[in-house]
């Protein structure tokens, strides 16, 4: 043949592909070497045998004829190395699926298929890196509108081609990802499946493995699993995934206290580079502890000037609003973090062989840091020089290069000023103010504590002060080394050596300092000179609920700490939690941030301990501290799996990690401050500032260690427990100046024997070499997974409150109520996919009780009337429906939760018969019925009712029926009930009956026993308006006697006059419409119209007949996205089901 020929194991031996029913060696699939067409002939092809083939079907390169088999030449390589690679990915993803085919056909079939799909994907995706809207993206667009039917809200946000495992059977197919679904497309052998799976419904979303396949994405939703797989780029596929579930997820569940990017207000506008964006802010800002509201403008792979090792350091710049900030690529390597607040100049310097696109960048404290290899370095210069600018006009800086002052390490270093300062406090070489502008405003605001309260309040029992000064000298030292080498301020390298120095404990003279360096709060500090004076005005006498709260708790911070003792330190902790509420009404004050505040004023200025607080709650524990603490839980649910992930043996000896899950979710929120003694806890909050949560995550992990002989021998979890507190309570601090370590906590051990202590400088040295490999990526990926878990966590908790509220209420089964209570939520959900929001009908809000959580308006609830109600009148649905709600909507507030809406189902489906009498009595009386009420579209066009109806009809047999002497007996009857009724419903009016007859007339169509339904109404309807005009007549008197009874008409026109509902052009001359002067005085009751009822057993039968809802349960799951899509499309829509996931 003129070329090599890869001969694969199994893959072109025709006598045992005779021989051999399993047809998974001869797979193979197509790649990148198939898109190239005007390729030479490669040298090596990876080849697909189909034996007895007589048709040639082109998959990608071309065919090779040997007797009656065709040979497929899938892919093909210059290299044999090149070809290696294509043969890998088929065996990580086809070979193994080929065993669930028994036919050869479908296996061809199935291999064309997924072979095409990929060459179209990869070709699409590299027109998408061309245009912006890349033709193959709108045809795909067009078929997703035209298979799935959503409105044009519903914006598709990629696609790709996949397999989706139905069993042991791939589908292959198309996979839609839009802003609020995930939609699956297949026709494959002729069948055709539709998945569409909403992001709020997902449960879980993973990267799995099963028999077939290494590695596939699994989605998990209430009742089902669905597995994808055969990506040609699963890793991008599952972040777009990821980054979809969490972006909707958190908008439409967790609106509470998520905001999202700016570039995602809109979900409309929402595409996937905006997604791959936001990935890589969320990350940006994890990883340097950023404030939220960072945007990331560039990341460019350079290499950054490190003087303490004498080369350069490979890794990568981010560039974003307000700060320059660098990343190794080795994993702790070096880290520097620069605002543009503490940046000079930045400058491009000529570029050599040596030193290739080079730039440096000067900052205030003297030092220079010079970055290379930095591609398109004009277009990164020209916009950070931009950036620069901004923010030097915004917070303008000017150096007083007169005066020099001792800086934490005993240094000298200039001392630069902002404009805005009118009173000073040097911290280091830094000067930070609160600014007042006048004498009366400063008489004002109470005094600020000038320092930290450990200056001032020794704890009692304090060690030896030489051997606690002589420790303290030698970490000051090693310190002040470090500077030296490193940097003292808050652009220094951050390295290893560091992390270090902080395990073992950082000086308590540095400590409150170097905590704001590492966390930045020292930049928040700088750029906001009068701030938290002016939040201590702003708040000062207010009292709220929160500041209750916080009065509560001040008394129960540090209790046993002299600085909470008097007044000073209460006072301090009262201005800084109470001005944090002021600043962030959403957050406000949840319990445990008195601890933390505390902790913080002890080792730093009141000010200071403000914008710390603000660090920690904003940027460092996002969402820990709001009324669900989410962001807790979610951490809580990380620490869990990685539990099970490094910890194996524990896990399995404790199945059910809640026990130690309930204890960690304080070691979370209190950051152990509250768990071990306080001057080892103090330790533990060193390592958070440096490194963030991932510091409570290892130093977690080494406490289970420590103790997982112990716990693996407990009995139960009230031993696990005791033998945790118990270790948490006897962590010393050798270097601690406070006295040693005691037992304070509850669980305490009655046994004489000392328990033995364990240090706490071994406890983080040992959580950093044995647990510290995990990265902020890993970490980030994990939260992003648990958050959906915990967030539906919720939802499940909100249904089960609010179905365990009603069941004892209603007759409904629970399997039925849940139904409906899935089908209550997705109407809320529907209407915040497609609509733009109604002041009427707020998003989800899970700040409020359980039961209003969910609430639905009026055309809402139109739509699940008409799903689920058993009284569907055709057109005049709707017009009952608007009824229904008003007389729901007991507080007027245009919206409906979950509760009421069951309550009414109940009584149409369970309910007696008086009851449902009742129901429709009240639809037809105010409020239900309004002036304005819409009724045009009812089928009867404006009847007119005959007031002479007989009272006698013929029967089949010839029989008559007289109701004289039962109107007579009803009329009694009701008289002597009438005291009995808990609460007498208003009479209604001629134009409400004439409404009630409507409805019921539209009621009794189309049903079984409709002409009899037909004939029973109008006898009743003839018996009510006689009834009327007795009470019109003796009205005067107030009163319905038998002698009223008496004067009834006793008339008896044409039997052919037999209906109630006289057409206005064909009234017969003995009928007549009520006079308009008498329409006031015409009434009737409902016991009037329930004792008329009873009277015809048809009528009875309809009313009491058993109703199933599970028919329309089933039908209203399929019907809902159609009815939903077919209204805001003003044109009927085909049916979309959705998958019962």
């Not at 006898?1019 to 308006?1025: G, N």
């Amino acid at each position: 043949m003129g070329e090599s020929c890869v001969e694969l194991e199994e893959s072109v031996s025709e006598n045992q592909h005779r021989t051999d029913s399993c047809f998974s060696g001869r797979l193979v699939g197509a790649l990148d070497a198939v898109l190239d067409s005007n390729a030479r002939v490669a040298p090596f092809r990876i080849l697909l045998q189909v034996p007895g083939s007589q048709v040639y079907s082109p998959i990608a390169c071309g065919e090779l004829l040997n007797g009656s088999d065709v040979y497929w030449a899938i892919a093909t390589g210059a290299t044999l190395e090149e070809i290696n690679q294509h043969w890998d990915w088929l065996e990580q993803n086809l070979l193994h699926t080929l065993s669930v085919f028994d036919n050869k056909d479908d296996m061809a079939s199935f291999v064309k298929g997924k072979v095409k799909a990929l060459i179209a994907e990869e070709t699409s995706s590299r027109l998408a890196e061309q245009e912006e809207e890349p033709e193959k993206f709108r045809e795909a667009l067009v078929k997703f509108e035209a298979r799935f039917n959503f409105p044009e809200a519903e914006k598709l946000v990629t696609y790709y081609s996949c397999c989706c495992w139905k069993g042991r059977v791939p589908r292959q197919g198309w996979l839609y990802l839009s802003i609020n679904h995930l939609c699956f497309y297949s026709f494959f052998l002729g069948k055709e499946l539709k998945l569409v799976i909403p992001w709020v419904d997902i449960q879980k979303l993973e990267r799995t493995s099963n028999v077939f396949l290494t590695d596939t994405i699994r989605i998990t939703t209430q009742n089902k699993e669905r597995d994808f797989s055969m990506f040609l780029n699963l890793d991008e596929v599952f972040k777009i995934m990821e980054q979809l579930a969490d972006v909707t997820l958190r908008r439409l569940l967790d609106n509470e206290v998520f905001d999202l990017d700016p570039d995602l207000q809109e979900p409309s506008q929402i595409t996937k580079r905006d997604l791959e964006a936001r990935a890589q802010n969320e990350f940006f800002r994890a990883y340097f502890r950023l404030p939220r509201k960072e945007k990331l403008h560039a990341v460019v792979d350079c290499s950054l000037w490190t003087p303490f090792s004498r080369c350069h350091t490979a890794g990568r710049m981010f560039t974003s609003d307000s700060y320059i900030c660098f990343a190794s690529r080795e994993e702790g390597c070096c880290n520097v973090v620069l605002p543009l607040r503490e940046v000079v100049s930045i400058e491009k310097m000529e570029d050599t062989s040596l030193l290739p696109s080079p730039i440096i960048v000067s900052i205030r404290s003297k030092m220079a840091f010079q970055f290379i290899e930095l591609k398109d370095r004009e277009t990164l210069v020209e916009g950070l020089l931009e950036r620069l600018k901004q923010v030097h006009a915004n917070h303008p800086v000017h150096y007083d290069t007169s005066t020099n002052d001792k800086d934490m390490a005993g240094h000298t270093s200039p001392v630069f000023y902002s404009t805005s300062i009118c009173s000073d406090h040097t911290f280091g070489v830094l000067e930070m103010v609160s600014c007042h502008s006048s004498k009366e405003r400063e008489d004002t605001i109470p005094p600020l504590h000038p320092g930290p309260l450990t200056a001032v309040f020794l704890p009692s029992g304090s060690q030896n002060p030489d051997s606690r000064l002589s420790r303290e000298q030698i970490k000051i030292s090693l310190w002040s080394d470090h500077f030296v080498e490193y940097g003292r301020t808050v652009c220094m390298f951050r390295t290893e050596k560091i992390r270090k120095l902080v395990a073992m404990g950082i000086p308590e003279s540095l400590r409150g300092r170097l905590w704001l360096l590492f966390s930045d709060a020292v930049t928040d500090l700088a750029s906001h000179p009068g701030y938290y004076g002016n939040l201590v005005e702003e708040s000062l006498g207010r009292c709220c609920l929160v500041t209750e709260e916080i009065e509560r708790d001040l008394h129960r911070s540090l209790p046993e700490h002299p600085a909470f003792q008097n007044e000073t330190g209460i006072a301090a902790l009262r201005r800084v939690l109470t001005a944090y509420a002021h600043r962030n009404p959403k957050i406000g004050y949840c319990q445990s941030m008195n601890i933390l505040t505390s902790v913080l004023l002890l080792y730093a200025k009141e000010e200071e301990a403000f914008w710390l607080l603000v660090a920690v709650c904003e940027r460092m524990l996002p969402d820990y501290f709001n009324h669900r603490v989410i962001g807790a839980q979610v951490d809580q649910s990380v620490f869990e799996e990685l539990i099970r992930e490094r910890l194996p043996e524990l896990a399995e000896h404790m199945n059910d990690l809640s026990a130690l899950a309930s204890v960690s979710l304080s070691w979370f929120l209190t950051l152990f401050l509250n768990i071990m003694p306080l001057e080892s806890a103090v330790n533990v909050v060193d390592c958070f500032f440096y490194d963030g949560i991932k510091a409570i995550f290892q130093l977690g992990l080494a406490v289970l260690e420590a103790n997982a002989e112990g716990l693996c021998g407990s009995k139960d979890d009230g031993q696990a427990l005791m033998i945790l507190s118990r270790f948490l309570d006897h962590v010393k601090n050798e270097d601690s100046a406070g006295p040693p370590a005691g037992s304070h906590h509850a669980f305490s051990s009655d046994d004489q024997e000392p328990y033995p202590a364990t240090d706490i400088a071994d406890l983080i040295r040992d959580s950093y070499e044995k647990f510290g490999d995990q990265s902020v990526e890993q970490i980030e990926h994990l939260r992003c997974k648990h958050r959906i878990r915990v967030l539906q966590g919720h939802e499940d908790t909100t249904k089960q409150n609010v179905l365990r509220v009603v069941i004892p209420e209603v007759s409904l089964l629970p399997e039925d109520l849940e139904e409906l209570y899935d089908l209550f939520k997705r109407e809320h959900l529907m209407s915040c996919y497609w609509e733009p929001p109604r002041p009427a009908a707020p998003r989800h809000d899970p700040s409020r009780p359980y039961a209003e959580q969910y609430r639905i308006d009026a055309r809402q609830f139109a739509h699940l009337f008409q799903l689920v109600s058993p009284w569907t009148c055709g057109a005049h649905t709707e017009i009952l429906a608007e009824r229904t709600f008003r007389l729901l909507d007991e507080n007027a507030d245009q919206l409906l939760e979950f509760k009421a809406f069951v309550g009414c189902l109940d009584i149409m489906y369970n309910g007696e018969m008086n009851e449902k009498i009742k129901l429709l009595y009240r639809l037809h009386i105010p409020p239900a019925l309004t002036e304005n009420d819409r009724d045009s579209q009812s089928p009867l066009k404006n009847p007119l009712l005959s007031t002479s109806r007989p009272l006698v009809f013929g029967k089949s047999n010839g029989d008559t029926v007289d109701y004289q002497k039962q109107l007579k007996q009803m009329i009694k009857d009701l008289a002597k009930e009438k005291d009995k009724t808990e609460k007498e419903l208003p009479k209604m009016s001629q134009r409400e009956f004439i409404q009630l007859c409507k409805t019921l007339y539209s009621m009794f169509h189309e049903d079984p026993e409709e002409n009899d339904l037909y004939q029973a109404i109008a006898t009743v309807t003839t018996l009510l308006l006689q009834i009327g005009e007795v009470g019109q007549r003796s009205s005067s008197s107030g009163s319905c006697s038998q002698e009223c009874a008496e004067e009834l008409p006793r008339s008896a026109p044409s039997l052919e006059q037999d209906s109630v509902f006289v057409d206005p052009g064909k009234t017969p001359q003995d009928s007549r419409a009520f006079p308009e002067s008498a329409e006031g005085d015409w009434t009737v009751s409902l016991e009037h119209i329930l004792a008329s009822l009873l009277t015809e057993q048809s009528l009875v039968n309809f009313f009491e007949k058993p109703l199933d809802i599970k028919s329309k349960l089933e039908n209203a799951k399929i019907n809902q996205y159609s009815l939903k899509t077919s209204e805001m499309s003003h044109q009927p829509q085909p049916e979309l089901k959705l998958s019962n996931l």
